[in-house]
């Protein structure tokens, strides 16, 4: 498995999904938010940023202007435009 395919089977890698969805900017900084163990997938404290996020999960974010809920609704396949990243999820209130 190279660097550029990170999907398996229906999932993708935390680090990646954050910067396809636009939640950071670079992926390097994803793997950094990642390795920080303040993001939840499922209620479940996550350090690696490896961890793989598939169609269904909830993510809990610490985010600069607080803490965001959300559900994947879609893994995207590049980094689009902020409309596609945002319609592959939805906030959880």
Same mark, same amino acid.
């Given at each position: ?9 229906? +999932? ?34 996550v350090d690696k940023s490896h961890a ?7 993510l809990t974010l610490p985010l600069p ?8 609704l879609s893994l995207p396949a590049r ?5 596609? +990243? ?8």
């Amino acid at each position: 498995m190279n660097d550029d395919d990170d999907t398996e089977q229906g +999932a993708l890698r935390l680090d990646k999904w954050l910067w396809l969805t636009r939640f950071c900017k670079t992926r390097a900084i994803g793997q950094k938010l990642a390795g920080k163990g303040r993001i939840r997938i499922n209620g479940r404290v996550v350090d690696k940023s490896h961890a793989l996020v598939r169609v269904g999960d909830v993510l809990t974010l610490p985010l600069p202007a607080g803490v965001k809920v959300v559900r994947v609704l879609s893994l995207p396949a590049r980094r689009g435009a902020a409309p596609e +990243a945002q319609a592959s999820y939805e906030a959880v209130p």
